[in-house]
């Protein structure tokens, strides 16, 4: 069965520099959700679209914004990059919005800020 | 916001025990979701359980929904069960889901 792709797996930027993180959801699926885990944390929720428009918002940084496109895949873009922001972001789907469908996690992203 | 609390936060058992890991939750909830985070960081979706008992192989999941609390049986651990079992759920009215703070189970041969 075909799974959440995200890419790249891993990315190495510098402080100030701007990352894009890209998400694939599982085919049919129409709402996506960003997570961020920092080092021995738990999953931090972001972020997450229904049918291409904004949701829900959580603790999303200023800097960092994101969108679904038509063919509902979804990028998160992180700018101005800070070493905090060194953690593994997490896309996931469902099908049906408003709390509703189990989620499926892609394999993350672990960014590394230097 | 909903609080997700789970227990114990470590366990530390041989090859071949049995275990319950506890999650409770301060209020009413939509849904409920149990992980399986490997060492390599992929969060694996156990149990998508609101409510009632579910089993896949050696483990299983039971929610009692009205006295708001989960529990995940693994039995005949293997080291491969090792990594953190994540409790998430969604509160009413919300989108996201809120994770507890783990617990690190550690299989040792």
């Known amino acids: 069965a075909a799974g959440v792709i995200q890419s790249p797996r891993h990315l190495i930027k510098e402080k100030r520099e701007t990352a894009t993180l890209k998400c694939y959801p599982i085919?049919?699926?129409?709402?996506v959700y960003w997570y961020q885990q920092g080092p021995g944390q738990d999953p931090q929720f972001l972020i997450s679209?229904?049918?291409?428009?904004?949701?829900d918002k959580g603790s999303i940084p200023d800097r960092f914004s994101a969108q679904q496109f038509s063919d509902y895949h979804s990028e998160l873009n992180m700018s101005s990059l800070e070493l905090g922001d060194s953690a593994l972001y997490f896309c996931a789907s469902s099908l049906g919005g408003r709390g509703r469908g189990e989620q499926y996690f892609g394999p993350g992203t672990r960014l590394t800020v230097t | 916001g909903i609080q997700v609390e789970q227990s114990p936060p470590d366990l530390i058992l041989q090859e071949g025990a049995n275990s319950t890991l506890r999650c409770n939750f301060s209020d009413s909830v939509n849904n409920l979701q149990w992980f399986h985070q490997n060492p390599w960081g992929q969060l694996i979706n156990l149990f998508y359980i609101p409510s009632g008992t579910k089993q896949n192989g050696r483990l299983s999941a039971t929610t009692v929904a009205t006295e708001r609390y989960s529990l995940l049986y693994i039995s005949s651990s293997q080291t491969t069960d090792s990594g953190v079992y994540f409790c998430a759920v969604y509160g009413f009215g919300n989108e996201k889901l809120t994770f507890g703070t783990g617990t690190r189970l550690t299989i040792i041969p």
């Open positions: 679209f229904y049918e291409k428009m904004q949701s």
């Open positions: 085919p049919r699926h129409d709402t």
